[in-house]
Structures are given as C-alpha cells and as structure tokens.
C-alpha cells in the first residue's frame, strides 16, 4: 500500500500475508473507507462492497489493450493505447499544478 503522488505525505506499507486470500486484505483495511486504486485482486472485493472506493489502475487496464492488440493486431486495441497514451502526456503536463487545476484541466 501506498500514498499518491499528490498525497501530503509519502508512506508506503507491506502488509506481508501467508496467501491470497481476501480475508487478508480485509484485516488490513479494517474500518478504512478511502479510495483504493488496484489491480482486480478478488480480495478487495468485500472491501469495495463494505464503502471503500475502488479506483482501476490504468496501467493494467492498458495492458489488456496491448495484449489484445499485440496478439490479435486488434484496431480497436490500437485506438485504446492512443486514447490512453493521450492521457497519460495530461498527467505529466499537469503533475505540477495545484489539485484544482489539474482536475479542471483533466
């Protein structure tokens, strides 16, 4: 676990768990009820059905569109990684400005 970028404070966390379970997961965040940006571990699951706000990682949702496009040559795939390659020059035109301007700007 760890803070943003643009978070006040830098922390990170290793939570060391025996396995995947959710359980794990759960133990950790506790009462918790932020926002948390992740991959589709299925042990978030009870926590995002418990309030806490599941954020998707772009990074891996950019790998399903480069997987599909790399092995199927898929045209659409390709459009995706523009779009999100699009995105990604936003975030480091606006990684300097203040919070409300880069979401103006977002």
């Not at 040559?73 to 480091?92: C, D, G």
Request: aromatic letters at 14%; one cysteine or more; charged letters at 30%.
């Amino acid at each position: 676990y760890a803070t943003t970028a643009f978070a006040g404070i830098s922390a990170v966390v290793y939570d060391f768990s025996p396995g995947r379970s959710g359980e794990y997961a759960r133990n950790f965040l506790g009462d918790w009820k932020g926002k948390l940006v992740c991959d589709d571990y299925g042990g978030y699951k009870a926590s995002f059905a418990l309030g806490v706000t599941e954020i998707g990682c772009m990074t891996h949702a950019r790998r399903k569109f480069y997987d599909l496009h790399v092995t199927k040559k898929s045209v659409l795939a390709e459009q995706a990684l523009r779009y999100i390659a699009a995105l990604y020059e936003v975030e480091r035109e606006v990684r300097d400005l203040e919070p409300d301007v880069r979401r103006r700007i977002r």
